[in-house]
Nanobody
Framework: QVQLVESGGGLVQAGGSLRISCAAS????????MGWFRQAPGKEREFVAALTWTGGSTRYTDSVKGRFTISRDNAKNTVYLQMNSLKPEDTAVYYC?????????????????WGQGTQVTVSS
C-alpha cells in the first residue's frame, strides 16, 4: 500500500525559507515521477514542481523557478521541496504526489497517489 506523508509545513515571514518533506513507502519508486502541488483557499490545485526518481530530471512552474528546488534522498525514500524567498502568494496546502513512469507532467489527474497535505503560510 503506497503512502505519501508530508511534513515540515508552518508559518514563515515573507522572504524566509522552508523545506517540506514527503516520505514515500509501500513500493519502489525507481521508475516514478514525484510531484508537488499546492492549493490555496478558493483556488484550484496547481502544479508546483516534479522530479523523476531515476535520473533526477526536474520541472517547475514559472512562478517558483529560481526560488524552489525539488530533490530526493534515495536512502530515505523522501522527496523534498526547498522553498526560498517565500511570498504571501505561496500560502497554500502543499501536496506530494506520485505517478508511475518517468514523465514530468503537470496535470494532477495523471498522478496516482497523493499525500494528505501540509499547510504553508507566508505572512507579509
Amino acid at each position: 500500500q503506497v503512502q505519501l506523508v508530508e511534513s515540515g509545513g508552518g508559518l514563515v515571514q515573507a522572504g524566509g525559507s522552508l523545506r517540506i518533506s514527503c516520505a514515500a513507502s509501500g513500493r519502489s519508486f525507481t521508475y516514478y515521477t514525484m510531484g508537488w502541488f499546492r492549493q490555496a483557499p478558493g483556488k484550484e490545485r496547481e502544479f508546483v514542481a516534479a522530479l523523476t526518481w531515476t535520473g533526477g530530471s526536474t520541472r517547475y512552474t514559472d512562478s517558483v523557478k529560481g526560488r524552489f528546488t525539488i530533490s530526493r534522498d534515495n536512502a530515505k525514500n523522501t522527496v523534498y521541496l526547498q522553498m526560498n524567498s517565500l511570498k504571501p502568494e505561496d500560502t497554500a496546502v502543499y501536496y506530494c504526489a506520485a505517478k508511475a513512469g518517468a514523465s514530468l507532467v503537470s496535470a494532477s489527474r495523471l498522478y496516482d497517489y497523493w499525500g494528505q497535505g501540509t499547510q504553508v503560510t507566508v505572512s507579509s
